[in-house]
């Protein structure tokens, strides 16, 4: 398989080409081909080597994508083969403060989307809603949680609030 490796942080030509076997799924992990990936502004940081966690040696860029299982481990319960998925950037944060046990990070610490495979615990991998193409999904896990936060970080909407969002792409109409 071909994946993008980060060979040489610092600048966006330390990225190179490179073919490796194709990964087999451990007893809960899903294999993923990827069908989108995309790059946000945490990403050119990691690449640059602007980040305050420096990038693992040799390391898959991108922490976000989306595309299909292909293959499971026989503990997986999760997903099954044909399912569409994306991935958190933060694969064993569950809940409550980060720690320093679960700062693993796809795309900076661990491999991320930019190759034609990538391998995740099932645990660390979430269903694409049907309306989402491959390429809004890509965008989600970033993209997703920053709305997220900027909608809860000073507590949650009620009913009859109104939120402003700018830059958010096409206006879609339901009438």
Known sequence: MRSYHLAKPGAIDGIVLRERDEPRPGPT????RVRA?????RDMLIITARYPLPAAPDVVPLSDGAGEVVATGDAVTRFAVGDRVTGSYWPRWKS???????????????????SEYLMLDEQAAVRIPGHLGWAEAAALPCAGVTAWNSLT??????????????????QRSSA
């Open 96 to 114: 409550g403060p980060l720690d320093a046990d679960v700062i693993d990070q796809l795309g900076c610490t661990s491999d991320g989307w930019l």
């Open 37 to 41: 990936a995309s790059i946000n502004r």
């Open 153 to 170: 970080r000073g507590g949650t909407p009620r009913p009859g609030q109104t939120v402003l969002t700018l830059g958010t792409g096409r």
């Open 29 to 32: 992990q899903i294999l993923i």
